[in-house]
């Protein structure tokens, strides 16, 4: 669905960090956690821009992201009142299930993106909910008050040492002394195959959200795809799982996904 929505707010949390809000009551209504936008720059000359959804309440949806080229620059250039073009909400996000009671959410960088609303969402359910933040220095530690105004535990690392744990955020999740029942991540594509190791190790269930540069956002172009488990619910039902003797099939990770079960990825 194409929304026509307009800024309402401008936040820059961090140098090149921009947080836009829009609203966009008939997006807030219908968004899950975990699924993403086609955001369609207003001068119509740069390709749509995939965000995943940051915050949904009431009628205001947010998008936050690094500036990093021609389309990001334009969106962080746009002032509250400018209009814009959103196709969403796209994709299938987090699984929110009540029997996690125990639930570890593992952001890289801008991966803190995509995670808000399913830690909102176990919040709600009554679940302990403990995010493990990682980035390069302290000041890419963006918003992180938001997560603990919204009951969660936070634990940071950064690369260079300046705050929390000196290294790597999936070296906090392997120091956990009490295993979650469930993990859920999103972040650089290595630091997931990371997490994916780590919560195999300690025995956990870990849902992924992949991060892809999407060409049609809607599963149209088969250019975003992963190989999955012929067996997983989330597997396409084209091409079929047993051709060329293959168990494996490719899912597009922009309509099957963002988000997949670790132990159903072909990787």
């Known amino acids: 669905m194409v929304h026509t929505v307009h800024v309402t707010d401008r936040q820059e949390l961090a140098p090149d960090v921009v947080l836009i ?13 975990g699924q993403f936008v086609m955001l369609v720059p207003p001068g119509g000359e740069s390709a749509a821009t995939a965000l995943g959804i940051y915050e949904a309440e009431g009628d205001r949806a947010s998008v936050m992201f690094f500036v990093v080229g021609k389309r990001t620059r334009e969106l962080a250039a746009l002032g509250v009142g400018e209009k814009l073009d959103v196709v969403g909400p796209l994709g299938n996000g987090f699984t929110i299930d009540a029997k996690y009671r ?15 609303l399913p830690a909102i969402a176990y919040k709600e359910l009554g679940a302990r909910v403990r995010l493990l933040y990682g980035a390069r220095d302290s000041t890419l530690l963006v918003d992180r008050k938001r997560f603990e105004n919204e009951g969660c535990e936070v634990l940071v690392s950064t690369d260079d040492g300046s705050e929390g ?13 009490d295993a979650p029942d469930v993990v859920l991540a999103c972040g650089p594509t290595p630091m997931l195959r990371a997490v994916a190791r780590v919560a195999s190790e300690m025995k956990v269930p870990a849902q992924l959200s992949l991060e892809e540069t999407f060409a049609c956002g809607v599963g149209g172009c088969w250019g975003c795809v992963v190989p999955v488990i012929g067996t997983s619910k989330q597997a396409p039902s084209f091409p079929p799982a047993d051709h060329n003797g293959s168990d494996v099939v490719y899912a597009r990770i922009c309509k099957e996904g963002p988000a997949f079960w670790a132990h159903e990825l072909r990787w």
């Open 102 to 116: 125990d639930v570890a959410i593992v952001a890289g960088g801008v991966g803190i993106a995509s995670v808000l």
């Open 165 to 177: 744990h000196h290294g790597f955020v999936t070296e906090v999740l392997a120091g956990l002394k």
């Open 21 to 33: 809000g829009l609203n966009a009551p008939e997006l807030v209504k219908m968004t899950l956690p």
